[in-house]
Every structure is written in C-alpha cells, then in structure tokens.
C-alpha cells in the first residue's frame, strides 16, 4: 500500500513541476506526430548453466544384461532355382578356307577340274588369287563321222590391295580352247573325204585386266582391258579398252562422265568362203572414242538419269568415219512403295564386235570372218517390277530395237572349190551375216523364294524380227525360256535344277559356184527344231570342308541342234568331289 502512494506521489508532483514550468516560461506551442510501428521483442529466458547433480540414495543403478542367439539347423529339400536371361541363340559364323578343289569324271570321258587359292597380306589389305579350271569332253557323235572332242581350259591370277580412299588391281588370264568343226552327218561324203578333213581349230587367249577405284576424288574409277587373242590358222586379234569414270556433285545432283577408248585389230589369213578362190587375207581395224556425260536426279520415288553417248567411230582400214550420238535416258518410279515400281529408257550405243565375242557365243566360226561394229541406233523399253509378295518378285518389260550391221550367225556355203589347210568349207561352219534389224520384244521374269533353303525362278522371252533385207532372222528364236531351281534339304544334302527352252529358228543350206555372186547360190532355208535341255545336280556334304556331288545333263536324252548340223551329246552324267582347305 505504501509503495502505490509512493508511485503517486511522484507522479502528482511532476504533472505540477509540469503546469508551473508552463506557466512560467512562454514558449509557444508546437504539435509534434511520432508515428512508430509495433516492434514487439522477446527477452532472452534463463537457462541454467549446469546440470545439477542428483544425490538419492534411492536411484537404483541399472544391471547390464547381454543378448545371445541360440541356433538350430532345419532339415529341407528346397533349392531355389537361379534365373537366366533369355537369349538369342547364335548362329555360329561358317569356317572360311582360303583354297578349294573339285574334280569330277563322267561319260563321254568328260572331265571337271576347278582349284582356286587365295592368299592374304598386311592384314587382308593385299590378297593375291589364283584360279584354274578345266571343262572337256572326248566322246563320239553317233550322227556325225568326225571328232566332237572339246576342251576349255583357264588359268587366271590376280592381284589386289586396298587402302582406306583408294582400291586397285590387276589380273592376268590365260586360256586354251579346242573344237572340232564337226557339223557333217553320215553319208554326206565318202570315206576318203572324210579321212582327209581335219577339223580341229584350237583358240588361245592372252588378257591382262587393271582396275582403280578412288573414294574421295572426281576420278571415280577406271579399267584397263589388253588382249591378244588367236587361233591355230594364223589368225590374230588384239585389242585395247580404256575406260575412266569422273563423277561431279552439283548442288544436289550428280554428274557422271563414262569415256571409252576402243580399238581393236586383226586379220584372218583366208579369204571368206563366199569366195570359191582364196585369194587374200581379211584384215580389219577400228577405233572409238566415246564420251557418255549423265545427270543423276533423285526425287522421293523418282530416280532419272538424263544424259547422252557421243561416239566417234574409225575404220582405220578402209579410212572411213562417222559421228554417232545416242540417248541414254533411263527413269524408274515406285508407284506402291516395293509392290509396284514402273521403270524405263531409250538408250543407243555403237558396239565393238571382235572375233573373241564371236567365238565364246559360236566356237564353230570360220576363220574368215568379216568384223563390223554394230551401230544400235535406239533400245526403248518399260517395264513393271516389284514384290507381289515378301518371298516374290517379279519383273515384266516390253521393249523395241533398231540395230543396223547386226552380226548374224549363218552356214556356210559347201565350198569344195577351196582346198584351205583346215576342213572348214564342207558347209560344217559359220560365217557372220550383217543385217539392219527392228526386234520388239516381250520380257516376263517371277522368282519365288519359298524359304530360306529354297528358291525358284522362271522367265520366257518373245521376240518379233523385221529384216531390212527381208530374210528371216538367221540363228534367232522367236521363245526362249528356262526354269531354274535349288534346294538346300538339310545340313548334308543339297540339289539344283534347270531347263531351257529354245524355240525353231531358220538357217540356210546353199552351196557354192564358180563365178557367181553369193546371193545366187543354190540355196535352201531349213527350220531347226525347237528343244528343251534339262540338268540336274546333287551333293552331300560329309563336313565343311569335304563334299561329293553328280551332275547330270540332257537329261531327256534329246540330239538336238544346238546350231544347223551340229548334234549335241546324248544323256550325260558326271560325278566328282570337292574340298576345302587353307594352303
């Protein structure tokens, strides 16, 4: 109670210490605002600054305890079993051997030979091959009084080395052939004629081949092709094939530039057997050098290829020249992605023929031959090719040519005027008949692979003729067709098929006189049947690398005539082994 009168005590007395200064000293009056937010603190609480000690004798002390285990073993049969990933099962990669061989015997004493080896170098950056195969047949014609014998034989090397921007190689190749001029039938002549002809003409060949290919440069590629090609009459051909390849982006396109450099030279030492006097040799010499420039444009489904071939072709023997320039169009265009894809072209070209090329597609030519190039003015074809199914395709074209100096192969005339070393003249050979030919031509092709072991193929072709000299297009059918198969029937068998058909084609039987013109022989056209040839093959494979096989051929037995007067070999059957090795 004191203490509350104290406070206001004290407070009475400064109200009036207050009102007495006021009226005492005049100072005015002044109004002051303090305006002052709300800061509300906290004060700091006491805390202790130790912990006090607790003295009681009654705070009883806790007793340590220690925890232990005490285990006992289960019996049980349970094994969890351990998962594995699923996985892919390999196919294990197929042993490579760098050698092979195979040798075969059959009837007609025919004989198959093929060895190969292949070496590699600097970690596979130069590999060095060599090949030799040898086909022949030494069986008689019952048809025929002459020999039929026949031999080809191949000897070929290689060379190759590529690097990271550039490939190049070589080959050199070797070859002997040997045929017999055996188109004669019995009766034909008697005995001692036919003891007097010798009807064996051997072929030889000598080429060397160079390749290069670079990978970043305008120079895209370029091949070399040397030969030297002759026969046991004396006759000699050599030729010359250069051909560089320059390849020029712009913007988007490309531009390539394919040149050709060709020549070719020969002679044959007699005279054409339309001749009844073999007066002089026949020798021939040309040259071309040709520029095909092309643009490449690729457009979504489209691809087309624009461009053209200039040619300038020599006749270096008779001095005679000509400039040629030819389409070269080709345009392709995926109407349903690869179901359907619609193709075409127009393209020209002037072909070199050369002895060589005659005689790989007829090796009873007579040595007396006149050699022309081909002047193929324009080829125009469309087609249609695609996938009817994922294990089917097909393809289908229509196409149109007009050739002038088509080589023609025709008999020819029964010389007996000729007395020439070899038995050429006794209308058992051919001769090669120029003619100007428009050929329209239908084209069909289907390919099914039935799985991946087994495949099937069949194609036919018809062709329509119009001569410039009204003659029937000699040696050509009008139907071809085959029909290939193969079967992979498990790891150890395998078997292969094939059939070929040729329809009727036309020849000419004439016979020549002293002094009269070649057209004006006696002279009759003989239809050729048509023909079906049938082959087969089958092997067993004891392991990767040893393997037996039998091939059989003409199997119908048919004697038909492959060309006028010229009957093939009966049914033939051959039968050999292979082998794989590193060498």
Not at 34 to 42: A, D, E, R
Not at 49 to 69: A, E, F, H, M, R
Request: glycine share 6%; no cysteine.
């Amino acid at each position: 109670m004191y203490k509350n009168i104290y406070i206001y005590s004290i407070l009475f007395l400064s109200f009036w210490g207050t009102v007495l200064a006021q009226e005492t000293d005049d100072i005015g009056t002044e109004t002051v605002t303090v305006v002052k937010p709300y800061s509300p603190t906290v004060s700091d609480a006491f805390k202790l600054k130790s912990t006090p000690n607790l003295n009681d004798s009654i705070v009883l002390q806790k007793k340590k305890i220690n925890y232990s285990i005490f285990s006992v073993p289960v019996a049980s049969t349970f094994t969890p079993a351990k998962g594995k990933a699923s996985r892919v099962k390999k196919t294990p990669a197929p042993t490579l051997y760098n050698s092979y061989a195979s040798v075969g015997l059959g009837n007609f004493n025919n004989a198959l030979v093929d060895l190969y080896t292949s070496r590699e170098f600097n970690r596979g950056e130069d590999l060095l091959d060599f090949g030799f195969s040898h086909h022949s047949s030494r069986g008689d014609i019952e048809t025929t009084p002459l020999e039929a014998d026949f031999y080809n034989t191949k000897f070929d090397v290689s060379y190759s080395k590529k690097d990271r921007d550039i490939e190049w190689g070589a080959d050199l190749g070797l070859q002997h052939q040997l045929y017999n001029w055996y188109g004669i039938e019995n009766g034909a002549f008697d005995d001692a004629t036919v003891a007097s002809i010798d009807e064996r003409q051997n072929y030889f060949n000598a080429e060397a081949k160079a390749h290069l290919n670079l990978e970043d440069s305008f120079f895209k590629k370029g091949n070399i092709l040397l030969r030297r090609f002759w026969d046991a009459t004396e006759s000699g051909e050599n030729r010359v094939v250069i051909k560089p390849t320059i390849e020029l982006p712009i913007t988007e396109e490309l531009v390539t530039i394919n040149t050709k450099l060709d020549y070719i030279n020969g002679n044959f030492k007699n005279a054409s057997l339309n001749n009844t006097v073999n007066d002089g040799e026949i020798n021939y010499s040309h040259f071309q050098a040709g520029v095909n420039p092309s643009l490449l444009i690729l457009r979504d489904d489209l691809t087309l290829n624009l461009g053209a071939n200039l040619v300038y072709g020599l006749d270096t023997e008779n001095n005679d020249s000509n400039f040629y320039i030819y389409p070269a169009v080709t345009a392709s265009y995926r109407l349903l992605d690869e179901t359907v894809i619609a193709y075409g072209g127009l393209e020209g070209e002037l072909k070199q023929n050369s002895y060589y090329d005659f005689v790989e597609e007829n090796p009873y030519v007579s040595p007396t031959l006149s050699i022309l190039p081909t002047d193929q003015q324009y080829e125009g074809y469309l087609g249609l090719k695609g996938q009817l199914l994922s294990n089917v395709s097909y393809n289908i074209k229509g196409s149109y040519t007009a050739e002038n100096r088509r080589p023609l192969f025709l008999l020819n005339p029964q010389n007996l005027v000729r007395d020439d070393e070899k038995g050429y003249f006794y209308g058992n050979s051919f001769q090669v008949f120029y003619d100007d030919v428009k050929t329209l031509g239908i084209f069909g092709e289907l390919n099914i692979d039935v799985n991946r072991n087994f495949t099937l193929g069949i194609n036919a072709e018809f062709y329509d003729y119009d001569t410039e000299t009204d003659n029937p297009a000699w040696n050509l059918p009008s139907v071809k067709g085959s029909l290939f198969m193969d079967y992979q029937i498990d790891k150890q068998w395998y078997l292969g098929a094939n059939l070929f058909y040729v329809g009727e084609r036309e020849d000419l039987v004439s016979t020549a006189v002293a002094s009269t013109p070649p057209n004006l022989f006696p002279s009759t056209i003989v239809t050729l049947d048509s023909f079906f040839d049938a082959n087969a093959h089958v092997g067993y494979r004891f392991n990767e690398q040893l393997s037996v096989f039998v091939k059989a051929s003409n199997i119908a037995n048919n004697d038909y005539q492959r060309w006028a007067n010229f009957r093939v070999q009966g049914f033939q059957a051959l039968a050999g082994v292979s082998y794989k090795f590193d060498f």
